[in-house]
């Protein structure tokens, strides 16, 4: 199934939203404070032209994608890049065409697509900086098979998304890591 044909399927960025239970409110409340420079505003505006679209990969438990698409979304509002939600483990066709290191489901994944539904650009699961902070407290966590590993997850768990829903200074690395991948994507469509 192509692209443009997927995207027709997909739920709608409220539609999305009002089918969350787990990470609803952390979503909104980055929705919420997030803030773009001015800068950030100009180049997407200048985008609206484009007529871009995005399919986004998710699905509500995720942390990642708690983090991500609040910011995306305010993103793909001033550039006006229509967007379509898909759950990950109901859409494994789409996702296998978009797996993380050639084996792992890992989401969040935004595609954006141009007007005749050809891929133009990918994002995801997670910016560089956020990587590393993600993989540098996955070292503090004991081997799985001990028994402190379930609830020292847990309290990765619960300090990451503490610091995801805060961290004023991650959502700026996650929107300059996309800002990036969309400015890479208008110069394949020129």
Known sequence: ????????????????IHTM???????????????????DLEFLHSLQSERIRALVLTADWCG???????????????????????????????????????????IPIIILIDQNGQEIGKWGPRAPQVQSYVDNAKQELPPKGEPEFKQAFLSFISETTERFTTDIDMWTHIKEDMISMMKQSVSVTK
């Open 1 to 16: 199934m192509n692209l443009a044909t997927w995207f027709e399927q997909g739920l709608s960025k409220l539609q999305y």
């Open 21 to 39: 239970d787990e990470h609803r409110d952390d979503l909104l409340t980055i929705h919420n404070h997030f803030q773009l420079e001015k800068s």
């Open 64 to 106: 990642d994608a708690m983090v991500n698409l609040p910011i995306f979304m305010r993103m793909a509002d001033e550039a006006m890049i229509e967007s379509k939600y898909f759950n990950r483990d109901d859409n494994l066709e789409l996702m296998d065409q978009y797996l993380t290191n050639g084996t792992s489901r890992s």
